[in-house]
């Protein structure tokens, strides 16, 4: 990440702006700058950013190891997917005004001051929730619901015997989500996994069935008793740890959830060449899925990352809608915010690298 994109203004000609925004002007050099001196699509508006979200993948993004960053963007790039602020400019088709405040996503470019956004992903601010709650939300709640889509849990409920879950991390950002979406989608048991003391009330209070601290007890033998006959879903972003005992753990028909490898990458601010080399081992170590188990055994395994989704708008602003849904009627919460300057930007980092957050992390940019 060059950080010349997020903490300098920008001044009024220019935005940040996702991948998928293809009808406006690029600044030369740099393919996620803007200018939007002359016009601003008519699909898109322009967002003066109050709060942006921090997630693990944007560690991984400032490491140059994030796949679509590399792919769609390159360097220099400026990290972010979700924000929340007020619309300064609306093109005429974008399907809203100058003045509401707003949430959102977008395919990279929300550290920052103001972002360039199709208007399909933007929605009003929840009722009950503020900018920086409304920020923290999108990636992770979009995350986890794709999750339950692909365990066969959403839109409708499943109809095999066994709903138990497992939900690895489940005191971060997408954990938390997943352990209160699982009680609305008629999950149950819902067996949440921390790895400290401190984390095991705030699972609880989301409405976990059980809660296992790892640094305490041995995790296999307590999911073992929390669900004596495995689980119908895994929800895993662990990586080489935990993938192949997760795998084990699947009930007849059951599902395991890829959607990370935080174990698998260092806890260090930059990468030494120690690091890789862990990195490297811990890719060779990944487990096997064997095509004849899978199908003797009746078991799936799916892996996804949203950030290859931008033209999935149908399955974007579902997913937005459920949300929202959710949120209004005081079936999803973020369980805790904690706020940095957008200058803080390293502090903020470390700690979500620390593997000690619980909740969210955002940012808030400077005040014109």
Request: proline share 5%.
């Amino acid at each position: 990440m060059d950080s010349r994109l997020s903490l300098q203004p920008l001044g009024d000609c220019v935005a940040t702006v996702g991948y998928n925004v293809k009808n406006c002007e690029r600044v030369q050099g740099c393919n996620s700058l803007a200018r939007i001196d002359k016009h601003v699509p008519e699909d898109c508006a322009v967002v003066r950013v109050t709060s942006c979200s921090v997630n693990y993948a944007d560690v991984t993004i400032r490491w140059g190891l994030y796949e679509s960053a590399i792919r769609f963007v390159g360097y220099p790039i400026c990290p972010g997917f979700d924000f929340a602020g007020v619309v300064e400019r609306a093109g005429r088709a974008s399907g809203v005004k100058v003045g509401d405040i707003v949430f959102g996503i977008t395919f990279f470019g929300a550290y920052s001051s103001r972002v360039l956004v199709p208007g399909h992903q933007l929605r009003p601010l929840p009722k009950g929730m503020c900018e920086d709650e409304a920020a923290a939300l999108p990636s992770v709640a979009g995350t986890a619901l794709h999750a339950l889509k692909l365990a066969g849990f959403w839109p409708s409920r499943p109809h095999t015997k066994n709903k138990a879950v497992l939900v690895h991390s489940a005191a971060g950002g997408v954990g938390s989500m997943l352990v209160q979406m699982a009680k609305n989608v008629g999950a149950s048991p819902t067996v949440a996994v921390v790895g400290s003391s401190h984390k095991v009330a705030a699972c609880r209070a989301l409405g976990a069935s059980v809660v296992i601290d790892k640094s305490t007890s041995d995790l296999w033998a307590a999911t073992k008793a929390a669900a004596p006959e495995g689980f119908a879903a895994v929800f895993d972003a662990n990586g080489v740890t935990t993938l192949a005992r997760s795998y084990a753990s699947l009930s007849q028909t059951g599902t395991l959830v890829i959607y990370g490898f935080h174990t698998n990458l260092p806890s260090a601010a930059s990468l030494s060449p120690l690091a890789w080399v862990r990195m490297a081992l811990g890719i060779a170590r990944m487990p096997r899925f064997e095509p004849m188990d899978l199908v003797l055994a009746s078991k799936n395994v799916c892996g996804f990352n949203l950030s290859f989704f931008s033209e999935e708008t149908a399955l974007v602003a579902a997913y937005m809608d459920q949300i929202v849904e959710w949120v209004e009627a005081g079936q999803l919460k973020i369980a805790k915010v904690t706020a940095y300057d957008l200058q803080d930007v390293p502090q903020a980092h470390e700690l979500i690298q620390s593997g000690q957050s619980v909740g969210k992390i955002v940012l808030n940019p400077p005040s014109p």
